[in-house]
């Protein structure tokens, strides 16, 4: 897979090029980074990448005709619009559409990802409009600009091409990699459980619940022990236990994940023990 990450600090990509998974599906071959310096097509003495918004307001805005004269020397020097197969222009925006593991696993599968790194108060629309395949945020936040954002896709869409992991069942147990499971729109969520929750019953949607809680050596860390089941060797208990707490994690800390997310027969059954257990610890 090859990334083209569009950008007027191009400098900023030495860092998190250079280090763990990212680097290593570099060195593998398995994926080509290439930094574009936006300010390469600009055509005043000035370097101008920006210009003041029609209509007034603060504040100035990224100018298309860098945007798609560094994309179409990319792609070619054909018309932006006209895009190889298994490619996407991705708009880096806090305007954009909110960026989830699905979206990882889908740019995954795409041969060619280019990256639009915005500045200033946004980008002209029309950049947005005829040259990006789609706009994407990483939050509900503001950043001061589309590199941290575009480093952030691109390390999680490395981790999910084949090979990129030692071991390639970490791309599945991680939090957010379930794809969506049987679907029980009657489940019901424990109402000691269901604080907070924006609809008390589950309904389609692809997301994942957070990860189990890890642990490794040693045994017991001052007065912190291991739980014992992940001591004992038996892997089905391990397992249950582990998507028991998986499910706890995540009303504590995500409970809005769960009124989307589809879950299984046995899932409901350790949600309705979670809130036998917070009863017990409330009474």
Request: net charge negative; aromatic share 8%; hydrophobic share 40%.
């Amino acid at each position: 897979m090859r990334f083209d990450i569009i950008t007027i600090f191009p400098e900023f990509f030495g860092g998190p090029l250079d280090y763990g998974i990212v680097r290593r599906a570099r060195e593998a071959g398995l994926v080509e980074a290439r930094i574009q310096d936006l300010r390469e097509f600009t055509h005043d003495r000035h370097r101008t990448v920006d210009d003041r918004p029609f209509g007034g307001g603060e504040g100035m805005v990224m100018k298309p005709e860098p945007l798609f004269e560094a994309v179409e020397s990319l792609l070619g020097g054909g018309s932006a619009t006209e895009r190889p197969a298994g490619a996407a222009i991705v708009l880096l925006s806090a305007a954009g559409k909110l960026f989830r593991q699905d979206a990882a696993r889908r740019f995954a599968k795409l041969e060619r990802i280019v990256l639009l790194c915005g500045r200033y108060e946004g980008v002209d629309e029309r950049v947005a409009k005829h040259l990006a395949t789609e706009e994407v945020s990483v939050g509900d936040f503001v950043l001061s600009g589309g590199e941290l954002p575009a480093a952030m896709i691109l390390d999680a869409v490395t981790r999910l091409i084949p090979g990129a992991l030692g071991n390639e069942d970490s791309a599945v147990n991680e939090s957010f990699s379930e794809p969506n499971q049987v679907h029980n729109s009657d489940i019901q969520i424990p109402a000691v459980l269901n604080d907070g929750l924006p609809d008390s019953k589950f309904r389609p949607w692809h997301r994942g619940i957070l990860d189990y809680p890890h642990y490794t050596r040693p045994p017991k860390f001052r007065e912190w022990e291991v739980p014992e089941v992940l001591l004992g060797g038996n892997h089905e208990e391990i397992r249950r236990w582990r998507r028991k707490k998986a499910l706890e994690k995540t009303l504590r800390n995500r409970p809005e994940l769960l009124a989307g997310v589809a879950l299984s027969d046995e899932d409901s059954l350790l949600l309705r023990e979670l809130g036998q257990s917070a009863q017990s610890g409330a009474s």
